[in-house]
């Protein structure tokens, strides 16, 4: 089956298929090669969500408007998730 590439996904393409792969590679079912391939797709996908996450990061924070009207860049938590947990 042919995978649509990472850098054409859009978030929620790439989060829904790294999840699959995690799932089939929890199985614990999975012959070697097979497993190193999954790993390699998991790996891409998961670049193409922190990459998406720190462009929605960067775009909230230039979109965000106060309530009396004055624009102001504010810091969110969404780098966080890129992060993850330390």
């Known amino acids: 089956m042919a995978h ?3 850098e054409a996904m ?3 393409e ?3 298929e790294l999840e699959q792969v995690v799932r089939h590679l929890e199985d614990g079912r999975v012959p070697l090669e097979q497993a190193i ?5 998991g790996a891409a996908l998961k670049a193409r969500c922190e990459e998406l ?3 929605a990061r960067l ?3 230039e979109i965000y408007k106060s309530k009396d009207g004055t624009v102001e860049v504010k810091s969110s938590d969404l780098q966080a998730l890129v992060e993850g947990p330390q």
Do not use: C, H, I, Q
Not at 37 to 41: A, I, N, V
């Open 10 to 12: 859009n978030f929620e």
């Open 37 to 41: 391939g999954s790993y390699e797709r």
């Open 14 to 16: 790439a989060m829904a």
């Open 53 to 55: 996450l720190k462009d």
């Open 4 to 6: 649509k590439k990472p």
């Open 59 to 61: 775009t909230v924070e």
